[in-house]
């Protein structure tokens, strides 16, 4: 049992270790070091041109993160590109789907472009399981799972050593919830990673795009879109071109180099 208690701290506190010290990024090249310090300092300067350069290379050199995705889209924000802002913004919140802050300044980008939004509705389950995943990143969730097994297994050596029926009736419905709650927690860490790997949405970088009936400069004209909307892929296969749908419903085709996956 002592063992046991000790394997179960042991891996909270790996978990907790991991979640920490990714906190931190650092990018160096042969004669400049960058770190997140040197791009907020800049920010809160004002030289959002610095930030911009510092945040990309950061990006760049050690890969994703929710919080210098979100200080980029606010300095490119700042500096009115809202493409660009609504781009990192999107991206931050595939990280950091809890993150308040992300999503209101998402939004506040938002209704700077042309193209407002129309959410369509959708059924009650789906916005639930939406809202639901969104509670945590899906590290969140896979140390949440991690956290609630350990919890079932603990449950089930209490449950097997207890003498007390009453005791051990308490203990197997906590088991249940244990169970239950590894099951929701795994099911949402899996979607949240299937979202981060498979990025169906991207944003218009253009000013304005033509989307037409027919992957080519002589399909028909179905409407224009314009920078910051954001579009859902549907057919990548053609190399210049991308199927799309909107939000509204309305599908057609636009070239692939006037939008940026998310």
């Keep these: 049992m002592k063992q046991l208690l000790i394997y179960i701290i042991g891996v909270i506190l790996c978990c907790f270790g991991n979640t920490l010290s990714a906190q931190t990024i650092v990018s160096s090249d042969s004669t400049v070091v960058y770190t997140k310090a040197m ?7 004002a030289d959002y041109a610095t930030a911009i350069r510092v945040y990309e290379q950061l990006l760049s050199a050690y890969g994703e993160s929710a919080a210098i995705y979100y200080n980029l889209g606010g300095a490119y924000y700042k500096v009115g590109a809202m493409a660009r802002a609504i781009l990192n913004y999107e991206r931050a919140l595939l990280f950091d789907p809890s993150n308040a802050d992300i999503r209101f300044n998402l939004e506040l980008a938002r209704s700077k472009t042309i193209d407002k939004s129309t959410l369509p509705s959708e059924l009650f389950f789906v916005c639930w399981w939406r809202d639901f995943t969104s509670m945590l990143s899906a590290d969140g969730w896979a140390h949440t799972a991690i956290l609630c097994f350990l919890v079932l297994i603990l449950c089930l050596v209490l449950f097997i050593f207890c003498k007390k029926g009453k005791t051990k009736k308490i203990i197997f419905i906590f088991a249940l919830f244990s169970l239950l709650c590894t ?4 099911l949402s860490a899996s979607y949240r990673t299937a979202k981060l790997k498979h990025r169906e949405s991207a944003i218009i970088m253009d000013p304005s795009v033509v989307v037409r009936s027919t992957p ?3 399909g028909t004209e179905l409407f224009i879109l314009h920078e ?10 053609m190399n210049a071109w991308l199927e799309i749908l909107v939000e509204d419903g309305n599908i057609g085709w636009l070239p692939a180099e006037s939008v940026e996956r998310i």
Excluded at 39 to 45: E, I, Q, R, V
Excluded at 228 to 237: A, E, P
Aim: hydrophobic share 40%; aromatic share 4%; charged share 25%.
């Design 228 to 237: 910051g909307k954001k579009v859902t892929i549907k057919d990548d296969s």
């Design 216 to 218: 080519s400069t002589a």
């Design 183 to 186: 099951v929701l927690a795994n």
């Design 39 to 45: 791009g907020d300092s800049a920010y809160a300067a």
